[in-house]
Nanobody, 126 residues
């Protein structure tokens, strides 16, 4: 599976951005899909996930209420709609997919993911 993110850029505090992640090589219909991010000098962290079975969504506390993860199986694409952006949201954003069964919040763990995109930069100016 190849994942290619797009949609990153520079935005002012309070602004919005929509990220896309186009998948190829396999349908995402049967995969859990997630977004992670990595700020300069920090470890990569979980942002949001949508499970393939129940289409349940889970978010990091820092993004809950501001970010929305979704997918379009027909387009084989994953989305992350971000609003109310803050300077602390500045990071490289990565999409990732997993064929594992998610339980016990293991969607938080990078080791659960099979494929990753190359990342797209999001910069929020103050």
């Amino acid at each position: 599976v190849q994942l290619v993110e797009s949609g990153g850029g520079l935005v002012q505090t309070g602004g919005s951005l929509s990220l896309s992640c186009a998948a190829s090589g396999r349908t995402i219909r049967t995969l859990n899909v997630s977004w992670f991010r990595q700020a300069p000098g920090k470890a990569r962290e979980f942002v949001a996930t949508e499970t393939c079975s129940a289409r349940a969504t889970y978010y990091a506390d820092s993004t809950k209420g501001r970010f929305t993860i979704s997918r379009d199986n027909a387009k084989n694409t994953i989305y992350l709609q971000m609003s109310g952006l803050k300077p602390e949201d500045t990071a490289v954003y990565y999409c990732a997919v997993s064929g594992q069964v998610f339980h016990g919040q293991n969607w938080l763990r990078e080791s659960q993911y099979d494929y990753w995109g190359q990342g797209t930069q999001v910069t929020v100016s103050s």
